[in-house]
């Protein structure tokens, strides 16, 4: 099963093109769909309401995605999930709230702009009344500190949030009970969960009197399970036989670490959380050239620290895989939030020159895809590849067809090497690469070295060898350009105007250009960012409208295929505020430059 | 000089009378004493003179960046157990650049052998003060004489954990020789300073220096005593030579990692991914 696909899918029809500042009811998706987002403090023990909400609702075989905000602290602030409920597949972020769970006081801004005379805001009055009554809404009174006091402690509110949860759903009030008892080995424990979660339900039911706010969809797909950016990331780079893991605590980088840490055993692999990220990458490069399948992750300031690591393992021709999860820098910038401002820093990084693979995961599937692929590359090339997610991909998250860890392709096993062996041998005609060999398998000794080298690996200032020695590692470019991965394809097949994309942009795009029903404009969303592929340079070549959507200020990837291409964008639709697009946003933003073409356009 | 299975026949490009030759011979006989496969001794250094000496050796040599042989080593050691890891570089190298991965070497305690050449100055860059250069050296950057305190890596080690700490000299082959010789076969973290002249940049730690401001201790003591190490390893004038400290070995980096937890110690590039166990999690 190819696991890039090409294809180009239809587009269903739905509205035609807006005027923006139009109202954004006018051009939701008709398909029924219910946002929920949760707003508590952190280390309120939200998290236990938000995963028994989106397990049941998965369960009853709702589609759910879910996405996380939260601010740089342990305690207190005001962070946010968003939860949406559909009969239809969803997997972007949207602008939307239906029902708002405030749950503390002090709701930010990007909360409160969302909420309209259609959100329910439910929670403890006691607290919240006067907040809510001064963005002059009502809201419903929940009384959980009470209710879950008379329970027996606090602790209970957020299990009846979850029963009122599946009470708006209709779920049945024992929808969650295994989940419970999972969860809470305790029998009184798991009891008092139980009876807390019923007090929800029959409230949550109260209030959608017996009509549940949608209707209950055919029995689940069965095969799915839930995954994040995260642990998709993970056991993609797991699939692929990492076994080398090490980092230095950073958000959104450590996620993916993490998840590594806690299933080592399962991985086989070695995790270790080092000093700083020099010693990170470093101890990487010495695990990869004595044979390990190593990563490093990390996040935008983390990763600067690694640029001469990097430039180590580019001379010494070492496979290392980078996971750079971006977050709004410049320096430590907003450290929590999303942005896709390190293209430029990852394509550059690292003084010298040498190749290396750059891969932007689309979603969840596809971060699990080019994980495996990214360890590919950089053992077949002896390169370096660099994974560049966000925290919105990371902590996003929806149900996804099972991904088979036999689709990744299978670690390359170094050569058993012979007396005389050269590591940096120069390659046949018409190959790329030396044989990789590793210290203690065969015959030859290996050598490494950060200096320009013979290809025994020994420091040279011999010019010729110099020469062609910066050749030999440039020149596995033209194999990896041939390899790159495709762009997909989304849209009609005659379109004058080209939507681009990287990363993690495409989903809440793809939703955005769906409801838009472009009839002549088609998105092209590109997974490998560098090299470019052959079908990426045909696309972008073509004589038509090229509008480039990105997470960052200046449009990094436009002015990538600029320069690599000699064509960029001619408009930007650009957001940098620490948030990811949501699909109202796109939608007015891209709604705006598409009807200022129609008008002009006059038939085509 | 003995003929060993580790000798290097091309050019050396130290300077004549440089203290790295002893060193360099020191190790050789180690390793030959050792009757290690030098097919399975890797030798790695970051940048500096004596980095350069991974480079001089027949062995799997490997060269990396300034200050950072250390995570090198120590990724090398726990990607495949069955070699011989040693690090090896200057003071500037190892405490310098390199001081914070030294203190946490230290405390992850992989089972390497890190052998520092100690001529208190920067040779390759041409004789500036290191981090051990003794207070009112003048130097081209400190034309006035050093300011900084001189760090004492001994008792640095001793304080981050180590279980083998030594110091010796490279007036003296055959003890150094020894004392290497046990810092390898020692489980776990091993640090050995070692003393040496720079001939070109430093003109107070000289050969005569050395002589005269050195002692070994005696080689059949008790090193067990942490205390007294810490004490030891205080001393001046003179400057006590041998092992310091030597502890009875405790659990490697290596030993700590789920691959080998359970006594399996093929390499990690002979592993195949954990599919089935993948798997299982997703079900």
Redesign the interface.
């Known amino acids: 099963m190819p696991i890039y696909s090409e294809a180009a899918g239809p587009f269903c029809l739905i509205f035609d093109i807006p005027q923006g500042g139009k109202d954004m009811d006018m051009i939701h998706a008709p398909e029924p769909d219910v946002t929920i987002t949760f707003c508590a403090a952190a280390g309120l023990g939200l998290q236990t309401a938000e995963d028994l909400a989106r397990q049941m609702l998965t369960k009853a075989g709702y589609c759910v995605f879910t996405a996380r905000e939260y601010m740089s602290r342990v305690r207190g602030g005001n962070n946010s999930t968003q939860i949406r409920v559909s009969l239809k597949p969803v997997r972007a972020y949207v602008g939307r709230i239906d029902w708002l769970f405030a749950l503390s006081p002090d709701l930010r801004s990007n909360i409160t702009e969302k909420i309209t005379e259609k959100t329910k805001i439910l929670g403890d009055a006691s607290a919240m009344r006067d907040e809510i009554s001064s963005l002059g809404r009502e809201m419903i009174d929940l009384d959980l500190a009470k209710r879950a006091a008379d329970l027996g402690s606090t602790k209970f509110s957020s299990m009846i949030v979850a029963g009122f949860i599946a009470g708006i759903f209709m779920l049945g009030e024992d929808t969650a009970d295994e989940l419970i008892e999972k969860r809470f080995a305790d029998a009184v424990l798991s009891d008092k969960n139980k009876r807390a979660f019923r007090i929800g339900y029959q409230l949550g039911m109260e209030h959608v009197k017996g009509q549940p706010v949608l209707m209950l969809p055919d029995k689940g797909t069965g095969d799915e399970i839930f995954l994040d950016g995260n642990s998709a990331a993970a056991l993609g780079a797991a699939s692929a036989g990492c076994n080398y893991i090490t980092a230095y605590p950073m958000s959104p980088g450590t996620g993916v670490f993490s998840y590594f840490a806690k299933n080592a055993k399962l991985f086989d692999c070695a995790a270790e959380q080092v000093e700083d990220e020099i010693s990170a990458i470093n101890m990487a490069v010495g695990a990869a050239y004595a044979g390990a399948r190593a990563m490093v992750t990390t996040s935008g300031g983390g990763f600067a620290l690694m640029c001469e690591g990097l430039s180590l393992a580019g001379i010494t021709e070492t496979p290392v895989v980078v996971h750079l999860a971006q977050r709004p820098g410049p320096a430590t910038g907003l450290a929590t939030r999303t942005e896709q401002a390190d293209l430029e820093l990852a394509l550059y990084a690292g003084h010298g020159e040498f190749p290396r693979a750059l891969y932007a995961p689309l979603n969840v599937e596809s971060a699990f895809a080019l994980a495996g692929r990214a360890f590919h590359t950089a053992h077949k090339y002896q390169v370096q590849s660099i994974i560049l997610t966000d925290q919105y991909l990371l902590d996003s998250g929806y149900p996804v067809a099972k991904p088979d860890p036999s689709s990744v392709p299978a670690p390359i096993p170094p050569v058993r090497t012979k007396n005389g062996y050269k590591r940096y041998a120069f390659p046949a005609e018409g190959e790329y690469i030396s044989p990789f060999g590793v210290p203690g398998f065969g015959e030859g000794f290996v050598s490494f070295d950060s200096h320009e080298h013979t290809e025994e690996a020994h420091i040279t200032e011999d010019r010729w060898i110099r020469k062609s020695m910066v050749e030999k590692r440039l020149k596995k470019l033209e194999a990896m350009s041939r390899e790159a991965l495709p762009p997909r394809l989304h849209g009609p097949e005659k379109y004058d105007t080209a939507v681009i994309c990287w990363g993690s942009v495409f989903e809440p795009l793809k939703e955005a250009m769906e409801i838009l029903d472009c009839k002549y404009a088609a998105l092209i969303a590109c997974e490998q960012v560098y090299p470019l592929s052959e079908k990426f340079r045909r696309l972008i070549s073509l004589p038509c409208r090229k509008i480039f959507v990105e997470g960052n200020a200046t449009g990094q990837f436009s002015r990538v295929v600029r320069s690599l291409t000699g064509i960029g964008a001619d408009e930007t639709i650009l957001k940098y505020n620490g948030f990811q697009f949501t699909v109202e946003e796109l939608v007015e933003e891209l709604g705006k430059l598409l009807a200022a073409r129609e008008l002009g356009r006059g038939g085509c | 000089m003995i003929d060993t299975a580790f000798d290097y026949t091309?050019e050396i490009s130290w300077c004549p009378g440089c203290g790295d030759y002893k060193i360099l011979e020191s190790l050789k006989m180690a390793l030959s004493e050792l009757r290690l496969d030098?097919?399975?001794v890797?030798v790695?250094s970051g940048?500096g003179q004596a980095a350069?000496m991974?480079?001089y050796l027949?062995?799997?040599?490997?060269?990396?960046?300034h200050g950072?042989a250390l995570?090198?080593?120590?990724?090398?050691k726990?990607?495949?157990r069955?070699?011989t890891v040693i690090a090896v570089g200057g003071d500037g190298d190892m405490y310098g650049e390199g001081g914070?991965?030294f203190?946490?070497a230290i405390r992850?305690n992989p089972d390497i052998t890190n052998i520092v050449c100690n001529n208190m100055i920067y040779g390759l860059t041409k004789g500036q003060g290191s981090p051990t250069t003794p207070v009112g050296m003048k130097t081209p950057t400190q034309p006035f004489g050093v300011t900084s305190k001189p760090l004492n890596p001994l008792l640095l080690a001793l304080s981050c954990g180590a279980t083998f700490v030594a110091r010796a000299s490279a007036a003296d082959t055959e003890r150094t020789k020894d004392v290497i010789v046990k810092a390898i076969r020692h489980k776990g973290y091993a640090l050995v300073d070692i003393f040496q002249p720079c001939v070109s940049f430093n003109r107070t730690n000289t050969w005569q220096w050395l002589s005269k401001s050195t002692e070994w201790l005696d080689e059949e003591r008790d090193a067990s005593d942490k205390l007294e190490a810490m004490r030891l390893s205080m001393e001046t004038e003179p400057y006590p030579l041998g092992i310091i400290y030597m502890s009875e070995p405790e659990k490697t980096?290596?030993e700590n990692?789920?691959?080998y937890?359970a006594n399996d110690n093929t390499?990690?590039?002979?592993?195949?991914?954990?599919?089935e166990?993948?798997?299982?999690?997703?079900?």
Do not use: D, W
């Open positions: 091309g030098p097919r399975k890797v790695a940048i350069k991974p480079h027949k062995c799997n040599c490997v060269n990396g960046l950072r995570p090198l080593a120590t990724g090398i726990a990607s495949n069955h070699l914070n991965h203190m946490h992850r980096f290596e990692q789920a691959p937890q390499p990690l590039y002979a592993r195949a991914p954990a599919l166990n993948i798997r299982k999690l997703l079900s």
